[in-house]
């Protein structure tokens, strides 16, 4: 069953999937290894097996629904480098529908700028949902660190010079910082065009006023959420750099 593509990709999305969890605002329900109980019951259906609580699965188990229902349809063994861990890991995420959709959408340059479009649209999904206030940390810290490996790994597999892979890993890790410098600024710049519309409200009508606080409060929560993601962003890479 193992492929030394799926073990490295899967490597790092079983970090991120955990063990047990049933958090009331996780529409998976009970999951173990990542594995909600409707998968697992639907894959043991499927093996004629009988089906039982899904904590009661063991990793091979786990491993195998991985292999079967995630890697092989989201077309993992014939992704270049880098894409198949970003198409992956999204799959397993969010349903090999929308990874396959994501990475349909963003290939037509170099392998590693391929990693990136599908990150960013798969955390612009992942910011759409309700639940984003309760899981969008670690969802952000997740997509950062795929992202960064991804584009690692894609450089690599272009490029046998350590020191020029390091120093475009380091690049996008100033870009990134460079965007949280930008993002923050205009996050402090809307706060205080908001405490000037309250100053203000004597001049102005009062629904006026509540229009102005609500959409500067949309935009300074907008922003700092984006340069958060960001600094995420600019960490994970560093951090590969140093693995580079």
Not at 73 to 84: E, F, Q, S
Not at 222 to 229: G, K, M, N, Q, S
Request: aromatic share 10%; charged share 25%; hydrophobic share 45%.
């Amino acid at each position: 069953m193992s492929t030394d593509k799926f073990r490295r990709c899967h490597d790092v999305t079983k970090k991120w999937e955990g063990g047990w969890s049933d958090h009331p605002a996780d529409p998976g329900g009970k999951t173990m290894y990542g594995i909600t109980e409707a998968v697992y019951h639907a894959w043991l259906t499927k093996q004629r097996r009988p089906v039982r609580p899904v904590r009661a699965i063991d990793m091979a188990e786990a491993e195998q629904i991985y292999f079967d229902e995630y890697w092989l349809p989201c077309g993992g063994p014939t992704l270049a480098v880098g894409v198949d861990l970003a198409t992956y890991d999204a799959s397993v995420n969010s349903g090999v529908s929308r990874g396959r959709q994501w990475l349909l959408a963003s290939v037509g340059e170099a392998d590693h700028e391929t990693v990136k479009r599908i990150c960013a649209r798969r955390l612009g999904f992942m910011q759409s949902l309700k639940i984003w206030t309760t899981f969008g940390r670690g969802w952000a810290r997740r997509v950062a660190d795929v992202e960064a490996k991804g584009v690692a790994w894609a450089l690599a597999a272009a490029n046998d010079n350590r020191a020029v892979v390091r120093k475009q890993l380091d690049g996008e890790a100033d870009k990134a910082r460079s965007l949280v410098r930008k993002q923050a600024g205009g996050a402090t710049g809307a706060g205080g065009s908001g405490a000037i519309a309250i100053d203000q409200s004597a001049q102005l009508g009062n629904w006026l006023v509540a229009g102005i606080v609500i959409f500067t409060f949309a935009m300074f929560t907008i922003l700092i959420i984006r340069a958060v993601i960001n600094a995420r962003r600019a960490t994970a890479y560093a951090q590969e750099a140093t693995y580079a």
